[in-house]
Each structure stands twice: as C-alpha cells, then as structure tokens.
C-alpha cells in the first residue's frame, strides 16, 4: 500500500499540532525549542542556520536529506504548515464550519485522489490583470527574480519564464508528490536556491520583509515546477488564524468550538 508522510513545518512550537492525525507529522524549525518527542530540522543534516533566509525551504532540504530514505519511490511526501493544511475536497465557496470539523475534513490516506496523481496542488490564485513576475517586483521592489531565472539552465529557464509570464500560482509551497518526483525537485530547486541566496546577500536585498526573499524566489519556482505535470490534481485548504494557534487560547477556552473559514479557491484578485 502507498504510504503517505506530510510534513507540517512551524517556527513556533503549538499545542494544537499535537491533535494531527500520524501521516500529517510536525516538523519544527528554527531556534524554538520543542517537544522531545518532534521531529525538528537539527538533527542529521540541515541548513537550519539558514531559516530566517529560506523559511519552510531549510525543512524541506531536511526531509529530502533525512527522512526519504526509509520509503519507496512510489510512496507519497508532502508539506503544509502550522496555519495552513489540506483538506480531503475541493472547495468552490467560501465555507465556515465548527473547529471540531477540522479534523474530519483533513485530506486522508485513502482520499481516491491519490489513485491519478503524480502531483497534488491546492488550488491557484490568479491575477486578473498582471502576470506573476509583475506581482512579484510590485510586492518586493526588485528585480531579483528576473535576474536569478537566468541561474537556471535554458530548458528550465523557458518553462519557468513562461509560466512567470502567466497568472496563476499555487501559493504556500505546497504539494504532494511521489518520492522520486520530490528527489529530483529538490536536486534542482536547492542549488539554484544556494544561488539565488548568494546573489540576494551580494546586492543587500535580504532586509526587512525581503529578509525572506530567497524563500519568496522559490516559492515561484514550486509553483512553476509541479504545475509541469500532465497527472495532476488540486485540493482546498483550512487557513487557520493566530487566534487558533494560540497556546493561551487553549488554555482559556475550547477553540474546538468557534467557527472558522475553509478559504474559497480559485481567488480572483481585481487588480
């Protein structure tokens, strides 16, 4: 049977993690400390010094590093984070359910999805009047990712520049995919990453907002990567607030009562 293992990344260490079902696994990262028990991006081989550049990216390296040996290549990886997790359907409005129905509607192992997927996406959000490298120099005041496109070989650099031409992108990192699909993702997306690092650092882009934005290159790059793939799926997700997370909320009252939002997708921005 095809395994699945998501890998839920987080800087801050919340209880509410705790109450995942086992495939969806916590993954701390960063200098939190954490339970004993938690998988965290120090042990083994790591970039966790890397973290505050790279974001959820130095757990990804981890996992490619530590933690795929001991699945086979047709099994199933994948990732999320602490506020942002897969559901097992795909929305097309914006739905409020019960805290406690989270956890029923997770996306889970037996999901027939999985039966013609080589990859998973959540669903995109698209730009209705602007493509994606456009949004990308608005958001961040560079031209760093029309620059580092060309660290890239010529067949990755013209796929990439189309789809950077285009409107659409998966948001958050994440995805699903079959192990080997992941191993060759992470034998382009890191050393390119290693480059484009190196020329934020060069050029002094990496302050402030933008201390992240070697992250924010690859994140561009995920999307374009597995959007590739002719068997390919999408899913919705729950993006759960603060005020969730929260471990003194847990404390003080049952979050698992209040309402919170399934987010609609796809999203059109009128801008």
């Not at 005041?141 to 660290?151: M, Q, R, S, W």
Request: proline residues 4%; hydrophobic residues 35%.
């Amino acid at each position: 049977m095809q395994k699945l293992e998501i890998y839920c990344t987080t800087i801050k260490y919340y209880k509410i993690l705790e109450k995942l079902p086992s495939y969806i696994i916590p993954l701390g990262l960063g200098e939190e400390s954490y339970p004993k028990d938690w998988l965290t991006e120090k042990n083994g081989e790591n970039i966790s010094s890397l973290n505050k550049y790279y974001a959820e990216f130095t757990g990804l390296y981890w996992v490619w590093k530590n933690r795929i040996q001991h699945l086979n290549k047709d099994d199933l990886i994948g990732n999320c984070h602490n506020r942002v997790l897969w559901l097992n359907n795909m929305y097309t409005k914006k739905q409020k359910f019960l805290f406690s129905n989270l956890y029923s509607n997770l996306l889970k192992p037996d999901n027939n999805i999985f039966n013609n997927s080589d990859v998973i996406q959540v669903q995109p959000i698209t730009f209705k009047k602007k493509s994606l490298l456009v949004d990308f120099e608005e958001i961040h005041k560079t031209n760093a990712l029309k620059k580092c496109i060309n660290y890239l070989d010529t067949s990755e650099r013209t796929k990439f520049e189309k789809h950077l031409n285009g409107n659409k992108i998966f948001p958050h990192n994440m995805f699903i995919t079959k192990v080997h699909f992941f191993e060759k993702y992470c034998e382009i997306i890191f050393p390119w990453l290693d480059r484009c690092f190196k020329y934020c650092m060069e050029n002094n882009l990496c302050n402030n907002y933008n201390t992240r934005l070697p992250a924010f290159l690859a994140e561009r790059f995920t999307s374009y990567w597995f959007d590739q793939f002719e068997k390919r799926n999408l899913l919705s997700y729950a993006r759960l607030g603060k005020f969730f997370l929260s471990n003194k909320v847990s404390i003080l009252i049952n979050p698992m009562k209040l309402p919170f939002t399934f987010y609609q997708y796809p999203t059109i921005h009128k801008y």
